[in-house]
Nanobody, 122 residues
Framework: QVQLVESGGGLVQAGGSLRLSCAASGRTFSSYVMKWFRQAPGKEREFVAAISRSGDNSLYADSVKGRFTISRDNAKNTVYLQMNSLKPEDTAVYYC???????????????WGQGTQVTVSS
């Protein structure tokens, strides 16, 4: 089972940018589809973005498409989420997920990190 540690969250003004990182332990990082989810206060956890094992394919929630970019570096066992043009409604705890399934989906399976808080002020 892979262990995940997120970092890079913080407080930013609307329109600003943040880059989240998720570092994974183990030597099988490239065998996981990596995903980001987020959970705002009082709301259910929701899908944000996913990237294939090789990094060639990605999937985004409509709410972040064109503003967020997911990427991965398999040599560094790390997945990233570049977040631009941030809005107050992006405020949430962001979680990294390592999914052992085949194919890219919006559902979650596998291991979770502890989360990193992103707060966007208006």
């Amino acid at each position: 089972q892979v262990q995940l540690v997120e970092s890079g969250g913080g407080l930013v003004q609307a329109g600003g940018s943040l880059r989240l990182s998720c570092a994974a332990s183990g030597r099988t990082f490239s065998s996981y589809v990596m995903k980001w989810f987020r959970q705002a206060p009082g709301k259910e956890r929701e899908f944000v973005a996913a990237i294939s094992r090789s990094g060639d394919n990605s999937l985004y929630a409509d709410s972040v498409k064109g503003r967020f970019t997911i990427s991965r570096d398999n040599a560094k066992n790390t997945v990233y989420l570049q977040m631009n043009s941030l809005k107050p409604e992006d405020t949430a705890v962001y979680y990294c997920n390592a999914d052992p399934s085949f194919g890219i989906t919006r559902s979650a399976r596998g291991s979770w990190g502890q989360g990193t808080q992103v707060t966007v002020s208006s």
